[in-house]
């Protein structure tokens, strides 16, 4: 008999496009694919602006991800992968996107998005993506000028939200409210594995601690973890938060408190910075070969 | 730009930082070859510039790959560091 089994770390797919744009009234027509180690993104924009995209889970295959992320970003548009100009690969699984025209690292790409969708007076960004962490240094055209990554632990990244949300069985997407209800803020977990770090939250449960407190224990934690990165390449204003994670705001509310700083709220979705990046260098890209009457 | 390549972990920070700027007027990219452990190499970055980057196979593991430069006792000048003449390559540790 199998067990049906709630899976507290699974986050809703979602898809969005600007209803009231034509896209056929554009003149370049250009696409971003990020696929990242937990969730692949496609973004779609018309001259330059932001027209459709789809946020998707990354699955075992990277060009199936590509390809069922830029899927769901042409539904119900009328659009077809002939129809895009150019098209851009990001994100770690950048270079198995098949039909990607070139592949940029995340890097410049959350960094020209980030410019995009928190203006050009962004000048640090930090990227919280699903199994690594970004703190990046631009200027005013979104260029990259200083940048740090860890990627090599779990800690303060998406997937280790997800393994505690499992853990606690709290949904991924109520741990920030959640970490909140408590009297008092708890001290951090000590720990900055993941692993290491799930031990210690199970202990603490067994000590009769409510799951808020935990909650607000390792969100502490992940704070501190990616505070320390962003000090250790220096905060300049403005700042602004990319990835997932910038949707938790039990973490987010926890760095702007140890750096003193407050992130640039937009309207637009943090998740998509890197794929809207690559869709934008898509069209710069796109230009220069047309000058160069190559396209 | 500069760029840090490397990570952090339990036992510290382990980052290569490239000032790519140093890379822009250098056209002997002598750390290349300077490195016993190919670290380095010559990339085409976002920007269509060719700078200096850190190979992607030894990004994770340069405490390990750099330990033949660094003795305990008595550490002679890195070769990468000593081979940039726009000292543009440092470390973190």
Redesign the interface.
Same mark, same amino acid.
């Given at each position: 008999m199998t067990e049906n089994k709630q899976e507290f770390w699974r986050w809703s797919e979602y898809n969005w496009r600007d209803e009231n744009k034509d896209w056929r009234e554009g003149n370049i027509v250009t696409a971003g694919i990020d696929v990242g180690s937990v969730s692949s993104q496609a973004v779609i924009c018309v001259d330059g602006e932001l027209y459709a995209f789809n946020n998707v889970r990354t699955g075992s295959n990277s060009p199936d991800s590509a390809r069922r992320a830029l899927e769901g970003a042409l539904k119900d548009t009328g659009m077809t992968r002939d129809d895009i100009n150019f098209v851009v690969g990001t994100g770690y699984g950048r270079v198995n996107v098949p039909f990607a025209d070139k592949a %940029? $690292?995340e890097?410049?790409c959350h960094a020209r998005g980030a410019n995009f969708m928190a203006g050009n007076e962004v000048r640090t960004i930090l990227d919280m993506g699903g199994q690594d962490c970004k703190a990046i240094?631009c200027d005013e055209k979104g260029? %990259? $000028?200083?940048?740090?990554?860890?990627?090599?632990?779990a800690a303060g990244t998406g997937r280790g939200m997800e393994v505690l949300a499992d853990l606690l069985e709290v949904p991924v997407t109520e741990i920030g409210e959640m970490s909140f209800q408590v009297d008092e803020e708890p001290p951090p977990v000590s720990s900055?594995?993941v692993v290491f770090a799930k031990s210690e939250s199970m202990a603490l449960l067994k000590d009769g601690w409510p799951k808020s407190k935990v909650l607000a224990a390792y969100c502490a934690a992940m704070a501190q973890r990616v505070a320390s990165?962003l000090e250790?390449?220096g905060m300049q204003e403005k700042f602004f938060i990319t990835g997932g994670i910038a949707k938790n705001r039990g973490v987010v509310e926890r760095i702007e408190k140890i750096l003193g700083v407050k992130a640039i709220q937009t309207k637009f979705d943090s998740q998509i910075a890197g794929a809207l990046g690559a869709a934008l260098?898509a069209k710069t890209l796109y230009e220069k070969r047309q000058a160069k009457g190559v396209a | 730009m500069k760029a840090n390549y490397g990570y952090t972990d339990g036992s510290g920070d382990y980052y290569i930082t490239i000032e790519t700027e140093g890379c822009l007027k250098c056209t002997e990219h002598d750390c290349v070859d300077a490195c016993p452990q190919d670290v380095f190499a010559i990339i085409e970055d976002d920007y269509d510039d060719l700078v200096a980057a850190v190979v992607e196979e030894h990004r994770r593991s340069l405490a390990y790959v750099c330990s033949e430069c660094k003795p305990a006792s008595d550490p002679p000048p890195l070769p990468c560091v000593e081979a940039c003449p726009q000292n543009a390559i440092s470390h973190s540790w």
């Open positions: %940029v $690292t890097i410049a240094h260029k %990259v $000028t200083n940048f740090k990554m860890n990627d090599k632990c900055t594995c990165l250790s390449v260098f | -």
